[in-house]
């Protein structure tokens, strides 16, 4: 096959894989449009879920904290039967064991004179006994002081974080109807139990609601909403989270409101304090760093997916262009060598017919012409025996049968039989060959018939190829190494034109043909130097090329020595 028919495929071939290339970089480029477009709406979409489960973990933690809370307040009947403080003890005798967990102790702050009066259940809950107010309830006296003066409360009083004050009203004595005003008679002061509160209460609302323990996926703080650098629950010891939180919401927001007058009773009443404002902050953040860190990773593996499978497009795409551009080349190549071996067949087969029709047509009846028409089919014959043997060879390589039975033989002998068998062919185109082999050669293990061929073949080469000035041939043997013990180097070379570089990696290829030799016309199947290099290799050993243009060729073989303990006994065996 001609060097510019290859050229022109692959050439053809690289403008597919370039443009499949420029698609595939388009499909990219959508692709990640496309995949940043659904991490963002991805992204919104986590942000969603993650702060509606908060809500439903908000309600929740809320409404059991108020139902906690309501169960130590006494309905109104029961302050009308058994009076206010007998109303509340039971109530609180009571209460549910969940109440119970949720509220440590309660009081009453009852007004009197102006001031307010703090009153604790005695040991056995019988009765109240006033009290001083605790150091840490001083925030709720000022509040509730505040609420009985008539100034709002919330601005400048909030209500302290472990504390609910639930007040009774009622309708002050004395007042016009039209100036009936409802006034607090008294307030429930509840204090929560904070250490059931974070340590088992909102441990089992993140477990619920946000996995186990909020450790599945997230990481929970909550912190004081007045004060943030006060963490009062955090579901890792690690550093805190308020500040790159994914999503928050407030807790204990306590606001229940239970004794109020009736809508008669209540016409100038006014509306009870806003209780929407919760004491904690609840925040949450991904374990990964952030829901924003999760889609970005989730990008990116999307992105690595997708680049990797354009790449095994692209992968399989040249695989198969490769593959296709070598079976069309193999088939070409194929389709030469059947034009080659029907003419190398026809050419011998023709001049052996009309020697052997002048023969005997008696045309040459002269002893002289009768040997040169003999030394003509001889001639002719050994050509077309070689082509065969070249042909039943390639098929024998084809099968795996490279090489037959390997024994051990001398170099110098084979080389010598080999130019022995090409002397016809040397003499006839006027060719000096120039032999320089080494005496004492190590012997090599190899399959002799094989071996010669090889050698028969790069002869003919340097006879075929080589020109009419330089009519020379050089054969050297000699001790080599191979980096695995010694062995033995065989150069042939000629004075030819040389071989083009490009076409030095491709004259071992089956079926290959140079272009000087297409040009040309020259004889030949291109599979010579394909089964010489398979023969060659079969021994273990490597043939190479040297070639400048118009400068010769030189082809080297290197063969293993045959090993030691072979050639002493060898050597000292009886001739």
Known sequence: MRLDKITRRSWLSWTCVTILVILCTVLALLQYRWIGEIADAEHGRLREDLQSRLRLLRRNFNDQISTACISFVPSRTQMENSGRDQAYLAQYRHAPESGHQVVRRIALAVPK????????????????????????????????????????????????????????????????????????????????????????????????????????????????????SISVYRSDDGHPIAGHADASVTLLEVG???????????????????????????VVNHRAGSLEAIVAQARRRNMALAVGLLLLILAMVGALIHFSSSAQQLAELQMNFVSGVSHELRTPLTVIR???????AKFAGQPHQVERYAALIQRESEKLGALVEQILRYGSARAGRVIGKREPIAINNLIEDSLESSRMALSGAGFVVERHLQPDLPLVLADQEAMKHVFRNLIDNALTHGTKANSWIGVFAASASNGSGSAVEIRVVDRGPGIPREECDLIFDSFFRGRRAVEQQVHGTGLGLSLAKKIIEAHGGSIRVKSDPREGTEFIVTIPAAPPELQNELAHSPS
């Open 113 to 228: 004179n102006g001031d307010l009066i703090l009153l604790f259940p005695d040991s056995d809950n019988r009765q109240f006994l006033p009290a001083r107010w605790p150091a840490e309830w001083r925030e709720m006296k000022e509040r509730l002081a505040a609420r009985l003066k008539g100034q709002p409360v919330e601005a400048e009083h909030p209500r302290p974080a472990s504390l609910v004050e639930f007040p009774r009203f009622g309708i002050a004595k004395g007042a016009r109807p039209r100036q009936e005003r409802a006034q607090e008679q008294e307030w429930l002061i509840l204090e929560l139990n904070l250490d059931y509160l974070r340590s088992t209460l909102l441990p089992a609302m993140l477990s619920r609601y946000l996995g186990d323990t909020g450790k599945a996926d997230y990481d929970a703080e909550a912190v004081d909403k007045r004060n943030p």
């Open 354 to 360: 009309t020697a052997a029709f002048n023969l005997r």
């Open 256 to 282: 229940s409101m239970p004794f109020r007058p009736s809508p008669k009773e209540n016409a100038g009443a006014e509306p009870p304090p806003d209780g929407g404002h919760g004491a904690w902050l609840l």
